[in-house]
C-alpha cells in the first residue's frame, strides 16, 4: 500500500487488509519503495501501478471493501 509509516489510517488500512486475508500488507512512501492507502494522491497510486507493469504485473483489478457514507 501506497501511505505513510506515520499515517494512522494507512496503517489501519494494512491491518484490515491481513484480517481481510491478504497474504502481505506492507507500507511504502512512493514507487521506489514498493512493495493506496486513503487520502494517498492518485499521482503515487499510478507511480506505484507504473513501477509493477514495468516488472510484468500490469493487470490491475479494483476491489471494493468499503462504502463511505457523508
Known sequence: MVGSKNSSNSVRLVEVSLEAGAKNAHLVDNACEV???A???EILVKGVLAW???RGFGEVQTVASASEYL
Open 52 to 54: 509493477l507493469a514495468e
Open 35 to 37: 512493495g493506496g492507502a
Open 39 to 41: 487520502s494517498v494522491p
